[in-house]
């Protein structure tokens, strides 16, 4: 790395799963239908007397009793239809268990470094065969069969946002998640560190390995 220094430099790996299939990659978030009806959803505006709590005749310069009461009447009563009515989102305890929405062969980490998007290689080519992205702070594989069986509309989503998935298709082997760990001092002053300073870095890696070796790399933000 310019600037850098790598003085320890460690591959963990984290998790691994058998796929037979079409796999996709991507933020579980992605894979999520969208179909909740949210039209009894209650509104604010409906337990509010009042738009601001300036208005309220009790708001003192402060507070207003009134305004908080009928705030904590709203909050009680929107908790309560969302714990009623979950998003699969929420179902899926946020990426932690698809088996609720009837997808068993997947596997699911953190990032480590939040949104991001990655780019797919093949090992042997060296080529680029995909891209995918995260907007929770997740990557998840997935057989692609049983996330059509699941929403139907993945595979239009898939082409309307193609830089959110990498599809590899009769893929056969392990899939590994990798935490590459490494360690060293930067080499220059800046504003923010000093020469010598040490730092550390913390990677997460999807890895392919079969009849399609492939490897991942985060190219952006």
């Known amino acids: 790395?310019?600037?850098?220094?790598?003085?320890?430099?460690?591959?963990t790996t984290v998790l691994t799963k058998e796929f037979k299939g079409d796999i996709l990659i991507t933020d579980p978030c992605y894979i999520c239908k969208k179909d909740r009806d949210e039209s009894g959803i209650p509104?604010?505006?409906?337990?509010?007397?009042?738009?601001?709590?300036?208005?309220?005749l009790d708001y003192d310069g402060r507070i207003s009793i009134t305004y908080n009461e009928e705030l904590q009447s709203y909050w009680r009563v929107y908790n309560k239809w969302r714990e009623d009515n979950p998003s699969d989102w929420e179902r899926c305890e946020y990426g932690d268990n698809f088996e609720e929405l009837g997808i068993h062969n997947y596997m699911t980490h953190s990032t480590l470094y939040g949104d991001w998007s990655c780019t797919t290689y093949d090992k042997d080519t060296k080529e680029a065969i995909g891209e995918f992205c995260a907007d929770a702070g997740l990557v998840s594989v997935f057989l692609l069969d049983e996330v059509r069986k699941y929403n139907p509309e993945i595979d239009k989503t898939i082409k309307e946002r193609p830089w959110c998935f990498t599809t590899i298709s009769n893929f056969e082997g392990v899939v590994s998640f990798i935490v590459v760990h490494e360690e060293g001092t930067y080499d220059e002053d800046t504003e923010y560190w000093k020469k010598g300073d040490p730092w550390t870095d913390d990677i997460l890696i999807v890895e392919g390995t079969g009849n399609i070796n492939f490897t991942t790399r985060q190219t952006g933000l």
Not at 2 to 8: D, K, N
Not at 43 to 56: C, I, T
């Open 1 to 11: 790395m310019s600037g850098m220094t790598v003085c320890l430099h460690n591959e």
């Open 43 to 56: 509104k604010h505006e409906d337990f509010m007397s009042y738009s601001k709590v300036e208005e309220y």
